[in-house]
């Protein structure tokens, strides 16, 4: 065994990172042979890298040009990704170096593609970007929204600031009123029905009743908090199909595993899984299961209770040369429940757990011992294992099991537990393959359908409110109450920034559908019902609840958190650092004239 790992650490396909001892031992040796005694040796002092930082340009805000140049930057991201909003939003066309050409209706996709030519104005894009990044992460759609609402509380204080109002106590009324807004805005939300999921779905895939319907239909077949997943699919149409499947709260143990680097996460499809009920802790206990994946070219999930530096750093210098599919995580829960979890998985994945207590070793474990998943995807912060079906007997035989404890079970706790494992083996996962007729319409189908299964489950978290941008509207109208618990004038000019600020994703909904966005607005509010608005999609003003026009709370919330973070963050900033470019050095000689070539 240690002769076949040396081997392969030097020469073979599975290499091994080299150790501090041996450069030690080799110095050692130089210096008792090589020289006679210490008045021989001469020492040179270490030479610390000389690390040129360029030179900075200060933008000071005296005369207004800075935050000028940096809301030029806000306005031009906004208005770009605004275009997308509504259901008569359009899209956005983004150069692709390499490929087609992609088509989005995404509003964090359209803002990640933005680098502005003036370093000031690329600021402020980046400025607001956050907004979008930040709601986008936690509510999965509501993106564009963010950007707006963000642009237009920057735009409204600027000119509050630049009228002589003091920032500081602005930026305090923004905050302390976005805070009063989420706390109203949790008093409109309402529970979702099962009926209204499909409704919440379709208008957040931009009006698509078809995937409204596919979501809610496979949100059914799993239940709500079911593990649905999408895959491209290799025809024209739509599908959805439910296959066994786990998901638990373990992600990598080192982001170098990735294989999307834009999703960051690990995709593996036919995974073979090692399963092991302790730490790994020596690289070479690994060896006959690694160097078989590596000679048939299986990827490999490797699943244990910790891996400690050396095995770790093996693993990951044998993925960045390609030499081997691999990842790995720490497996989920702790003591005995981590057992039994480890137990579960390998009954969905017809594996063999390695414990030393059953004569089991790693170090000579083979293939045998693997168990097999369709296709396993792990994030940093979770991992789906997806089996291939040929252990549905023995995932029954081991529910009928945990349902026999949960019967035995006194505590609740400990019911409840045994209840989550049982939901995690046999719940099973949804999988919507998106289809489309080429592979432009393929990437924005796809990001739609992503977004409309965020706000899905976004609005099974925290509820439902009126969509179309009225709520956000409806709450500019609780803006006069709150004013009355601020401290002084100038915060609540901060919240009057808010009341105006909250306008401004409804009128831009109806611009984009080619109506007045301020006869809009005045109409809405001229009605008391909270459910009245105004439906982009047919252009009747009506009870939009009833008409499906819904959003999910947890998104309308991040929006105006995020946003509200954001504009503070812009309108206390008083001067801008940015890098000087060095111009570019010129290219020595004349182009080569290719005219007629067929260049």
């Not at 252990?391 to 404890?405: D, G, S, Y």
């Not at 999910?552 to 504009?567: D, F, N, W, Y």
């Amino acid at each position: 065994m240690a002769s076949t790992f040396a081997g392969m650490s030097s020469a073979g396909p599975l290499a091994a990172p080299s150790t501090s001892s041996n450069k030690l031992s080799s110095v050692a040796n130089i210096s008792s042979t090589s020289f006679g005694s210490k008045r021989n040796v001469a020492l040179k002092k270490s030479r610390r890298p000389t690390i040129l930082a360029a030179a900075k340009e200060l933008h000071f805000n005296k005369d207004g040009s800075a935050i000028k140049k940096l809301q030029n930057g806000v306005n031009k991201l906004a208005d770009l990704v605004g275009v997308t909003l509504g259901p008569k939003g359009r899209n956005v066309v983004l150069e692709s170096k390499y490929g087609a050409p992609k088509i989005v209706n995404d509003g964090v996709t359209v803002a990640r593609e933005v680098e502005l030519e003036d370093p000031v104005e690329n600021i402020g894009a980046k400025l607001v970007r956050q907004a979008a990044a930040k709601t986008n992460d936690l509510a999965g759609d509501g993106t564009t929204t963010s950007v707006v609402l963000a642009q237009g509380l920057i735009a409204e204080g600027v000119k509050v600031v630049a009228a002589g109002a003091n920032p500081v106590l602005i930026t305090r009324g923004i905050e302390k009123t976005a805070k009063a807004l989420v706390a109203e805005l949790k008093n409109m939300s309402k529970e979702v029905e099962d009926s209204e999921l499909a409704d919440v779905a379709a208008v957040s895939a931009g009006n698509n009743l078809e995937v409204g319907s596919m979501i809610a239909e496979a949100m059914s077949k799993v239940g709500r908090k079911g593990v649905v997943t999408l895959e491209e699919g290799k025809s024209a149409e739509n599908s959805l199909r439910v296959v066994e499947g786990m998901q638990f709260d373990r992600g990598y143990v080192s982001p170098y595993f990735v294989t999307d680097s834009e999703k960051m996460s690990v995709e593996y499809e036919n995974c073979k899984l090692l399963l092991v009920d302790k730490k790994i802790t020596n690289a070479r206990d690994l060896v006959n299961v690694l160097e078989d994946a590596i000679r048939n070219g299986y990827p490999i999930l490797i699943i244990a209770e910790d891996i400690e530096q050396e095995a770790l750093a093996t693993l990951v210098v044998n993925k960045l040369r390609g030499a081997l599919k691999v990842a790995a995580l720490k497996a989920p829960g702790f003591g005995e429940r981590k057992s039994q979890y480890l137990d579960d998985i390998a009954t969905l994945t017809g594996g063999t757990v390695i414990r030393e207590e059953l004569g089991l070793t790693l170090d000579k474990a083979d293939k045998e011992v693997l168990g097999h998943a369709a296709k396993v995807v792990l994030t940093k912060d979770a991992t789906t294992i997806v089996g291939d079906g040929s252990t549905q007997e023995a995932v029954n035989k081991r529910v009928a099991q945990i349902k026999n404890l949960i019967e035995a079970a006194d505590q609740d706790y400990e019911k409840e537990k045994l209840n989550e494992r049982i939901a995690k083996l046999s719940g099973g996962v949804a999988v919507i393959q998106v289809g489309a007729q080429t592979e432009t319409e393929l990437k924005e189908k796809k990001l739609r359908v992503e977004d409309a299964l965020n706000a899905t489950k976004a609005a099974v978290e925290e509820g439902i409110v009126v969509g179309g941008g009225c709520t956000l509207l409806r709450l500019a109208a609780k803006v006069d109450a709150i004013k009355g618990t601020l401290a002084n004038d100038e915060e609540k000019v901060g919240a009057d920034i808010v009341k105006r600020a909250l306008s401004y994703p409804l009128k831009l909904i109806a611009k984009n559908a080619g109506v007045n966005g301020s006869v809009v607005s005045e109409k809405v509010l001229s009605s008391d019902d909270p459910k009245f608005g105004y439906n982009a999609a047919t252009g009747n003003y009506e009870d939009l609840m009833a008409a499906g026009i819904i959003d999910p709370t947890k998104v309308v919330r991040c929006c105006l958190e995020h946003a509200a973070s954001v504009a503070k963050t812009f309108l206390m900033s008083d001067c801008v650092v940015v890098e000087i470019k060095e111009p570019e050095a010129a290219v020595a000689g004349n182009p080569m004239d290719n005219s007629g070539y067929g260049y």
